[in-house]
């Protein structure tokens, strides 16, 4: 019982620490292939005041890869 307590510790992650979201590795490759790489970055640049996604703080990152995902699912054909 006492290693399994200690074993959950492990994984433990202090709830200040921000995890980094992982953007989806094929995510900016079905942009480019949907030919939406001009909307990407005119989101990126009007509504976020960036030119890279890797700018982002992680929560805005986060939002801005759903609207990618979300934009992405209605262009798809």
């Known amino acids: 019982m006492h290693y399994e307590f200690l074993k959950r510790l492990d994984s433990y992650v202090p709830e200040h620490?921000?995890?980094v979201p992982a953007a989806p590795a094929n995510l900016?490759?079905?942009i480019?292939?949907?030919?939406?790489?001009?909307?990407?970055d005119m989101i990126l640049t009007l509504d976020y005041s960036?030119?890279?996604?890797?700018?982002?703080?992680?929560e805005k990152r986060d939002e801005f890869l759903n609207v990618m995902s979300l934009l992405?699912?209605?262009?798809?054909?």
């Open 50 to 58: 960036v030119s890279d996604a890797e700018d982002l703080s992680p």
């Open 72 to 77: 992405l699912k209605a262009f798809d054909r």
């Open 28 to 30: 900016k490759e079905a």
């Open 32 to 40: 480019d292939a949907a030919n939406l790489t001009e909307m990407w």
């Open 17 to 19: 620490v921000q995890p």
